[in-house]
């Protein structure tokens, strides 16, 4: 519980290899379900419920209840999704908010609009994260791909990144 108090009102971007990333992200989601509702935003298409159940011994059907999963699938329905975020935090009194992937569109999106739209996700994911204190968890893994803008624009946003 000490250690969760530490990550409150923070964002933590985990970057690393698919597998490896999504298999922790979704053993986070199970284990932080018994503090709060989670909010998980899977832009990367990861949420397994096989996997959980590899992950949990136990019955997944509660740890399921607790978990609210999200499937934007471009980057304008993402940010759709994060800007409508704060009436489901509200509703739900959730304070975990976990995005699978927050790169996993910059590839849609031209070279114009990217900063914008990444920045308004992001300042919006930063805000809502002060404001609720959330324990906010993002992935990433295409970061070597990413524009130098996008990438400039995530780690200005974080309070710490590791890699996974």
Do not use: W
Not at 16 to 40: H, I, R, Y
Request: a positive charge; hydrophobic letters at 45%; glycine letters at 2%.
């Amino acid at each position: 519980m000490a250690q969760l108090k530490q990550l409150v009102g923070k964002i933590t971007l985990l970057r690393g290899d698919n597998t490896t990333l999504f298999t922790l992200l979704m053993s986070a989601a199970a284990k932080l379900q018994k503090f709060s509702k989670v909010l998980f935003v899977d832009s990367a298409n990861c949420f397994n419920p096989y996997l959980l159940k590899k992950l949990s011994p136990r019955d997944i059907l509660p740890i399921l209840r607790n978990i609210l999963i999200a499937r934007p699938f471009n980057a304008y329905q993402l940010k759709e999704l994060v800007l409508k975020l704060e009436s489901a935090i509200q509703k739900t009194k959730s304070r975990i908010l976990i995005i699978s992937s927050i790169d996993a569109f910059h590839d849609e999106v031209n070279s114009e609009e990217s900063p914008y739209l990444f920045s308004l996700v992001l300042n919006e994911i930063q805000s809502l994260t002060r404001k609720y204190r959330l324990v906010t968890l993002i992935g990433s893994t295409k970061s070597d791909d990413a524009p130098q803008e996008v990438t400039s624009l995530v780690s200005k946003k974080i309070d710490q990144a590791y890699i996974v």
